[in-house]
């Protein structure tokens, strides 16, 4: 099976899987309440932890989202983490494509992306 490249589009496939897989180990394990307490606590630490490497431990505390997904995470994970900030898909849905929430929720509601 060959792969299409869309411009744009991130793909997450088994290579990124397992690139990311302590960042998305780290993300699914704050489903628990008592691990979110334990991030919200010391982030720093608790990456260190998962094992992150360098480069997602500071994409994680920056909360750069895109750089997240670059180094390996789902969005379906990643949206974990902007749930522990109260960050909902439609705010990640703007950071991805340049525009701020309102204009992704507006964009969606008139029938999404016309330009392709």
């Not at 780290?26 to 334990?38: Q, T, V």
Request: charged share 30%; proline share 3%; net charge neutral.
């Amino acid at each position: 099976m060959s792969k299409v490249n869309v411009p744009g589009t991130h793909v997450f496939d088994a290579e990124s899987s397992r690139r990311g897989y302590n960042l998305n180990k780290m993300f699914m394990s704050l489903r628990e309440p008592a691990a979110r307490e334990r991030f919200s606590a010391d982030e720093a630490g608790y990456c260190d932890e998962f094992g992150l490497t360098p480069e997602q431990k500071q994409a994680v505390l920056d909360r750069d989202w895109k750089k997240l997904l670059d180094l390996g995470s789902s969005i379906f994970y990643v949206l974990k983490l902007a749930m522990l900030d109260k960050k909902s898909m439609q705010y990640l849905g703007g950071v991805f494509t340049g525009m701020t929430e309102e204009e992704f929720v507006a964009m969606m509601r008139a029938g999404g992306r016309t330009n392709g």
